[in-house]
């Protein structure tokens, strides 16, 4: 089974400047997720779909593969995933080059490892699954205990008939969500449904702190304590 690999990285970026290649431990924040990537003994390919010379620049000496420069188009807040995909993916159809399953790795995780890269894929490829995206368990932040503030600084549940109060938080259902590290399709489907999100995605369980997604500052100070705790390299 031939797996492509793409990191999509675009130049711009309101809440963070440079954010895809700001210091990360001495490396571009990019850098992470490029050489967990290249280490997989399954990914037979690894592109950075950017539209930034200099992130191309960069991505290129950390050993991925940058074949195109993406469009304009597809670099704006509101173009999403499966529009960068399609265009990479169409990309190496046009050379002849196709893949069977596309994994997509958002350079805004570092703290996902190669463990958690090869193993959602084997589970894939083991079990047939047709997608598969990472999930982190919901612990303070569960519906439950979420209000809205109203007129005055009243408090309103967000859940009708909410009782937080009266919960204890280790009875309540475990929830996850979505946290943007992993994400996995057969082409076949990802073009069908065109997205990752369908009644036959399963999910792969990642702790809470490797769920960091870098949006600002903090956060890469947060992921650089990691770093340093976990004794992580690249």
């Not at 597809?74 to 159809?93: C, P």
């Not at 569960?142 to 109060?165: C, E």
Request: net charge positive.
């Amino acid at each position: 089974m031939k797996i492509l690999a793409v990191i999509p990285a675009r130049g711009g970026s309101k809440g963070l400047k440079n954010k895809n290649i700001k210091n990360l431990c001495g490396h571009p924040l990019i850098a992470w997720t490029i050489k967990k990537a290249k280490q997989s003994k399954f990914i037979q390919k690894v592109v950075v779909s950017t539209d930034s010379k200099k992130i191309s620049e960069i991505s290129k000496k950390y050993g991925a593969s940058v074949p195109f420069f993406r469009p304009k188009k597809y670099a704006t807040d509101k173009a999403n995933d499966f529009v960068v995909l399609k265009h990479a993916l169409d990309f190496f159809k046009n050379k002849g080059e196709n893949f069977d399953y596309i994994i997509m790795l958002q350079p805004t995780s570092p703290l996902r490892d190669l463990n958690d890269i090869d193993n959602s894929i084997k589970r894939v490829l083991k079990e047939n699954i047709e997608a598969l995206v990472s999930v982190s368990k919901l612990d303070v932040h569960h519906p439950r205990f979420i209000y809205s503030i109203k007129n005055n600084d009243s408090l309103v549940p967000f859940l009708k008939k909410n009782k937080s109060s009266d919960v204890r938080r280790q009875d309540l259902e475990p929830l996850y969500f979505l946290e943007g590290s992993i994400y996995i399709s057969k082409i076949k489907s990802l073009i069908k449904h065109k997205t990752f999100y369908h009644n036959k995605t399963v999910a792969y369980k990642l702790p809470k702190w490797k769920s960091l997604e870098i949006d600002d500052i903090e956060d890469l100070n947060i992921a650089e304590l990691y770093i340093k705790k976990k004794k992580l390299t690249l």
